[in-house]
C-alpha cells in the first residue's frame, strides 16, 4: 500500500488577470521505505506540489484533485484536523536551516515543545527523547547540545537538527524539499547519507524535492521529472536516468557536466560510535 498518493492535484492562485494554474493534475505515489525523487527547472510546481500535502499553500489558492495519507483525503481536511496530522503524520524539511529554525529558542525546546504537543510526553521523557533523535542525526554530544542555539552549529549540523525535528514523532512521510542546496559537497554527502539511513531504519516514504539530478541520482529509488505544473515522466532511478523517455527528461541530463549518468547508491551508514562521511567537515561552533 502506498504511504502517500497524490491524483489528479490541481492548483492555482489569483493573478491581475484572473487565475494563474501552478499544477496541472499531478500524479505521484510514495512508497514506505522509498525514497521518491522529484525533479524540474525553477517554476516547474515542485515545492508546491510538497506544500500543497501540508495546507501550506499561498493565500487564496485553489486546488483540486486528492492527497491521500492511508484513508484520509489531505485537501478536504479542516485547519484543525490538518494541524494534527502536519508534524505527526507527515514531517517537511526545508532548503535553509536557518529559516525553519527558531534564532531564540534552544534546540532542545524546539524539540521537545514538538514532542509535547503531538505526543503529550512530560517534560523529562520528552528530553530524554530529544537527546535520543540528536544522537540518531549523528549530532555530537547530544545533551549538551540540547542547551544550545542554532547559531552555535554549523549548516549541516543545523539541518541534521531540523530533520531531527521532522522525524521526531516517527511519521509515515518525510518532504525534504532542496535539503542540501544550501550547504557545500562535502556536508551534503553527510545529509544524504543520513536521509537514506533514515528511510531504510524507520521505513520513511521520502519525497525529495530537488533541481540536482547528481543528488538524484546518487540517493532515490524512484524518479518523477515535472515540467510545467504537470509530471512528464516517472519510473526507477536507472531507467529514467539512463533510458528517459520524454524529451525534456532527455534535455535535463543533455544539460549535466560531462553528460553524468547515474551514480551508485550511497555507502552503508556508519555503526553508531562512529561519524558519516562528511561529518568530519562540521565542528560545532563556539559561541560568540
Do not use: W
Not at 92 to 115: C, N, W
Not at 151 to 165: K, V
Not at 208 to 216: A, C, Q, R, S
Amino acid at each position: 500500500m502506498n504511504a502517500l498518493d497524490i491524483r489528479s492535484l490541481m492548483i492555482d492562485l489569483p493573478a491581475p488577470a484572473g487565475r494563474t494554474p501552478i499544477l496541472r493534475g499531478v500524479d505521484l505515489a510514495l512508497q514506505p521505505g522509498r525514497i521518491h525523487g522529484l525533479a524540474g527547472e525553477s517554476g516547474s510546481g515542485k515545492t508546491m506540489t510538497g506544500l500543497a500535502v501540508l495546507g501550506l499553500l499561498p493565500s487564496g489558492a485553489h486546488t483540486g484533485g486528492r492527497i491521500t495519507l492511508g484513508d484520509t483525503d489531505l485537501l478536504a481536511l479542516t485547519p484543525g484536523r490538518l494541524n494534527a496530522i502536519r508534524g505527526r503524520q507527515v514531517g517537511m524539511v526545508f532548503q535553509d536551516p536557518s529559516s525553519s529554525l527558531h534564532p531564540m529558542l534552544s534546540v532542545g525546546r524546539q524539540l521537545t515543545d514538538h514532542l509535547r504537543h503531538h505526543l503529550h510526553l512530560d517534560r523529562k521523557a520528552a528530553r530524554t527523547r530529544a537527546a535520543d533523535l540528536l544522537a540518531q542525526v549523528r549530532i555530537p554530544n547530544p545533551e549538551e547540545a540540547l542547551d544550545r542555539y542554532p547559531h552555535q552549529f554549523s549548516g549541516g549540523m543545523r539541518q541534521r537538527i531540523a530533520i531531527a525535528i521532522a522525524v521526531a514523532c516517527e511519521p509515515r512521510v518525510l518532504i525534504a524539499d532542496e535539503p542540501t542546496t544550501a550547504l557545500d559537497v562535502t556536508v551534503q554527502a553527510g545529509v544524504l547519507r543520513l536521509l537514506r539511513r533514515l528511510c531504510d531504519d524507520l521505513g520513511l516514504a521520502i519525497l525529495l524535492i530537488t533541481h540536482d539530478l547528481g543528488v538524484m541520482s546518487a540517493l532515490a529509488d524512484q524518479v518523477s521529472v515535472m515540467r510545467d505544473g504537470l509530471v512528464v515522466e516517472t519510473g526507477t532511478r536507472a531507467r529514467v536516468l539512463t533510458d528517459p523517455q520524454h524529451p525534456y527528461t532527455r534535455s535535463l541530463l543533455d544539460a549535466l557536466p560531462g553528460n553524468a549518468r547515474p551514480a551508485d547508491p550511497p555507502a552503508p551508514a556508519t555503526g553508531p560510535g562512529e561519524a558519516a562521511p562528511g561529518d568530519r567537515d562540521e565542528p560545532t561552533r563556539s559561541t560568540p
